[in-house]
C-alpha cells in the first residue's frame, strides 16, 4: 500500500492552479484564495486619533499645574469626522473616540478619569465657553492617542496571493478601502455516485437500497471549498453507464468527483470506464478509513478533466475527501497552504488496536481540552463524523493511552 504522503505528492504534482481569476466584491469573498496582493494605498489611521471618549491635552500643561487635580479650561470640542483647530496652550479639548486628535495635544484621558466643570452664567442665563476640565488621573505623553499608520503604512503589504480569505482578513482589505478583490475562480466540480443500491433521501427505500449520504456530504464540503457544483446524481453500476456519465461530466468541469466504485470488483465500472475514456490510476492508500483511491483524467472529449474517486463508505468518502480532494482545489485555486495545522492535544481514552496502517480516529474536544473518542469507528458510522470535532492523527501501529500527546486536526482547519 502507498503511504499517504507519496499520494498526496503525486496528486499534487499533476494538477496545476486553473489561472482564472475574478472581480468581487470585498463582502462576498469570505472562503476564496486571493489572485492579486493587495497593497494599503493610504495610512491606517490616516491620522492620530483617540481611542477613548475624554479630554484632549497636553502632558506638560498638567504638570505644570501639579498633575492631578488640575484644572483646565476647554476650548474646543471635536467629534468624530470633524477638523479641529490646533489646541490653545494651557487648554484641553473635548474630544470622543475615533475623532482627529488636535495639534499640539499629546495625550487623551479618559472621561471617567475627568470631572467636567460647566461655568457659571452670566446676567442673561447664558454661558459663554465650554466650561472646564478637572483631572483626576495619571497623564503620560501619548495615552489613549491611536498613531497615524499604527495599523498599515502606505505602500505595506496587506494581503497576500495564495490566501484563504476569512472574515478578519476581509475587514482588513475593507480598513484599506479595498471595495473588490482579485480571487480565484471557482473550481467546476462535476459530482457523482455510483451503486444500485443507492436511493435519494425522500424516496422509499427498496429490498437491499440505502440512502446515497455521500452525494449530499460530499456536495457540502465542495460548496466549502469555494466550489461551483454541477450535481449529475447516481450513475447505474453498468460500463456503459459509467463512461457516458464521465464524458457528459468532462464538458465542463475542472475536476470530477465521484464515491463508490474504486474497487474491483465485478460491479465497480470506473476502471475500465476511466481506462476507455482516458486514464486512471487506482491506489491502495495505507491509511484507515478510506484505503482505495482513484486518480486520473477524462480526455475522450477532446479536453483534459481531472477525476477524483473516492471509496463509498460515508466516512471513508469524508475522511479522503479532506486529506486528497481539498488540497487538489486549493491547488487548483492557487492557494499557498495546502495542510492543515494540527494541534498536540492529550487523550482521554484508550486505544488498544494497532493499525498497520496510519489511522484517522473521529474524536471530540472535552471540556477539560483533551481528545474523547467516539466508541465506533467504523468506516460505515457517519454519526462519528456528525460528533466529532475533527481527526487524530494516529501513527501506523500506535496505540494510544490516556494522557498521551496526540496530533488532532480540528474541522475547522479543514472546512
Known amino acids: 500500500m502507498m503511504p499517504m504522503e507519496e499520494a498526496l505528492e503525486r496528486l499534487l504534482s499533476q494538477v496545476t492552479s486553473l489561472g482564472r481569476t475574478e472581480s468581487v466584491t470585498t463582502p462576498l469573498a469570505r472562503g476564496r484564495v486571493l489572485a492579486q496582493d493587495l497593497v494599503s494605498p493610504l495610512d491606517v489611521p490616516p491620522y492620530d486619533n483617540s481611542a477613548m471618549d475624554g479630554y484632549a491635552m497636553r502632558a506638560a500643561d498638567v504638570a505644570a499645574l501639579g498633575g ?7 476650548s474646543q470640542r471635536v467629534a468624530a469626522g470633524s477638523v479641529p483647530q490646533p489646541l490653545q496652550p494651557g487648554t484641553a479639548a473635548r474630544i470622543f473616540t475615533g475623532a482627529t486628535v488636535p495639534e499640539g495635544a499629546d495625550s487623551v484621558l479618559m472621561q471617567e478619569q475627568c470631572e467636567a466643570i460647566a461655568d457659571a452664567a ?11 476640565v478637572r483631572i483626576h488621573g495619571p497623564l503620560t505623553v501619548g495615552l489613549h492617542i491611536r498613531r497615524r499608520g499604527e495599523d498599515l503604512r502606505v505602500g505595506q503589504p496587506v494581503l497576500s496571493a ?13 480598513t ?48 466549502a471549498m469555494g466550489c ?9 453500476d453498468s460500463l456503459e453507464a459509467t463512461r457516458a456519465a464521465l464524458r457528459e461530466a468532462s464538458k465542463d468541469a475542472d475536476l470530477i468527483l465521484s464515491s463508490g466504485g474504486v474497487s474491483v470488483g465485478e460491479e465497480d465500472h470506473l476502471k475500465p470506464a476511466l481506462e476507455h475514456e482516458g486514464r486512471l490510476d487506482l491506489w491502495q492508500i495505507a491509511i ?8 486520473g483524467e477524462v480526455t475522450s472529449t477532446g479536453g483534459r478533466t481531472w477525476f477524483i474517486g473516492l471509496p463509498g463508505n460515508p466516512v471513508s468518502s469524508f475522511v479522503t475527501f479532506l486529506l486528497f480532494v481539498r488540497p487538489v482545489l486549493l491547488r487548483m485555486q492557487g492557494a ?39 466508541g465506533n469507528q467504523s468506516s460505515g458510522v457517519m454519526s462519528s463524523a456528525a460528533w466529532a470535532d475533527g481527526l487524530i492523527d494516529l501513527p501506523p501501529g500506535a496505540t494510544v493511552a490516556p494522557g498521551q500527546v496526540l496530533r488532532f486536526i480540528p474541522f475547522n482547519e479543514l472546512f
Open 68 to 74: 492631578e487635580g488640575a484644572v483646565l479650561p476647554v
Open 122 to 132: 452670566d446676567s442673561t442665563g447664558a454661558t459663554r465657553s465650554l466650561g472646564q
Open 162 to 174: 495564495g490566501m484563504r480569505l476569512n472574515a478578519a482578513s476581509l475587514g482588513l482589505a475593507a
Open 176 to 223: 484599506a478601502g479595498a471595495a473588490a478583490l482579485t480571487v480565484a475562480a471557482r473550481p467546476r466540480v462535476a459530482l457523482f455516485s455510483t451503486g444500485d443500491e443507492l436511493v435519494l433521501p425522500g424516496q422509499p427505500l427498496g429490498p437491499g437500497q440505502i440512502y446515497n449520504s455521500n452525494r449530499t456530504t460530499l456536495h457540502a464540503l465542495l460548496l
Open 228 to 236: 461551483e457544483v454541477r450535481d449529475l446524481g447516481i450513475v447505474p
Open 288 to 295: 484507515k478509513p478510506g484505503k482505495p483511491l482513484a486518480f
Open 336 to 374: 499557498t497552504q495546502l495542510t492543515p495545522r494540527a494541534l498536540p492535544l492529550p487523550a482521554e481514552f484508550t486505544w488498544t488496536k494497532a493499525d498497520k496502517r496510519r489511522e484517522f480516529l473521529r474524536a471530540k474536544l472535552s471540556d477539560a481540552g483533551g481528545l474523547q473518542l467516539f
